[in-house]
């Protein structure tokens, strides 16, 4: 199969691999996000040569995801990652689902896992800082090199292997590896080249997400690090993470969103949360649109998918990082049995097996659930929610059952039973 470059020819700047080594790679990462980058560390602790290709020159330090689940952080302890997203993240030993202003709400003790993970609380920890957490790890790995400002244009099957062509500020090279895996988001160069479809839908809302230095929990009783939380005629979240709250705003669906950018717009919608006699400071802010949609396979030949580039969900629950760290270790634990263990390349057929009905039933039927909750405008409907909800958190075998699922422990347990 051959992909022809669909890339603009603007130029990146340049910026030396972090990590050098020569030769060809086994396996070609495409995407240096938390997702590529964990794929990268699993081969490379096991002596498999792979090379990650990430087209910005360095971490990029954005509004990304900030929720890891208990089991993400139990795949990640063995590496010594999860020790340092701990040192750098907050715990949150419980979440919520509340009315505003009234302040009920149904409160979710992750405490009831203990004994089924080592984690039993979710840590708010910005994505970023697991991208540097993991690059750490690269870089004392001589199996690894990381290349930034450099971008996949291109990929060539062949029956040895893929040819890469990548472009720099230095001009194009070509690469070779065995195999070559797409963890280059939801624009995804890799699946392009694979010629997948990747279908589903948009919602029609953009979500506003801001960043407040103001102690939400100072002033809103009970408040949870986790908040998913009603107001009149629409709703918002609150998630805290060391030193600041992101605060995800859904505007008003009939209003221009740049109309709602304005500092004077985002800051009306805070004050809703909590009212002040002065305006809000907002560090950072960042429109998004959301979507569901996958692709009807995560493998085509040598070239193989994960994260974003093969599933995209709505962020409601905190699921799709998680998820993509998910595919990261299946994935390489598949690539390491074929070039380590010398298992046939249809050993690469039960990554997708294993992964891809999970994220169709459990992680985008699930999220789109989440927000399908959280949507509702019924303030009849809301209360008889709040009630349902409020009887499973008082009900631990209830309780224990709602965050296995919502936990995403359910989802890996469903994975690894299928052969």
């Known amino acids: 199969m051959r992909c022809y470059d669909m890339t603009s020819d603007a130029p990146h700047p340049p ?73 750098r993240g907050l715990l949150c030993p419980h979440w919520q689902i509340r009315l505003h202003p009234s302040g009920d709400r149904a409160v979710f003790d992750l405490s009831v896992l203990e004994g089924e993970t080592r984690h039993p609380y979710r840590l708010q920890c910005e994505q970023w800082k697991l991208s540097e957490a993991l690059l750490e790890k690269l870089a004392q790995s001589p199996h690894a090199e990381v290349r930034f400002a450099s971008r996949v244009v291109a990929a060539d099957e062949r029956d040895d292997g893929v040819a890469v062509a990548i472009e720099t500020a230095g001009g194009r090279e070509t690469l070779r590896a065995r195999y070559v895996v797409g963890a280059d988001g939801a624009r995804s160069t890799v699946r392009h080249c694979m010629g997948l479809p990747f279908d589903g839908m948009t919602y029609p809302e953009t979500t506003l997400l801001v960043t407040t230095l103001f102690p939400f929990e100072t002033h809103l009783e009970g408040l949870s690090n986790v908040s998913y939380c009603w107001k009149d005629g629409g709703n918002f979240s609150l998630l805290k993470v060391p030193g600041r709250w992101r605060v995800s705003i859904y505007p008003d669906e009939n209003i221009p969103i740049d109309d709602q950018m304005t500092p004077a717009a985002l800051d009306a919608s805070l004050q809703v949360i909590v009212p002040r006699n002065v305006p809000y400071d907002i560090a950072e802010q960042r429109p998004y649109r959301v979507h569901m949609r996958m692709v009807p396979t995560y493998r085509k030949g040598r070239m ?116």
């Open 15 to 87: 910026m030396p691999a972090i990590i050098s080594r020569t030769g060809d790679a086994a396996v070609i990462v495409a995407g240096g996000g938390p997702v590529g980058l964990c794929v990268a560390l699993l081969l490379a602790e096991q002596a498999i040569p792979v090379t990650v290709i990430e087209a910005e020159p360095g971490v990029v330090r954005d509004l990304r995801a900030s929720t890891f689940h208990p089991p993400t952080l139990d795949l990640l302890e063995p590496s010594g990652v999860t020790a340092r997203l701990l040192e």
């Open 304 to 419: 193989l998918l994960a994260g974003d580039a093969a599933h995209l969900n709505t962020p409601a629950g905190g699921m799709g990082l998680n998820g993509g760290i998910h595919d990261a270790f299946e994935l390489a634990a598949a690539l390491i049995d074929v070039l380590r263990h010398g298992a046939p390349d249809a050993r690469l057929d039960l990554y997708d097996r294993k992964r891809r009905p999970i994220a169709r039933e459990d992680i985008l039927a699930q999220a789109d659930r989440n927000r399908a909750r959280m949507r509702e405008r019924d303030p009849a409907r809301r209360i008889e929610l709040l009630r349902e909800l409020q009887a499973t958190a008082n009900d631990r075998e209830k309780l224990r059952s709602f965050l296995w699922r919502s936990s995403m422990l359910e989802g890996l347990a469903k994975s690894a039973a299928i052969g």
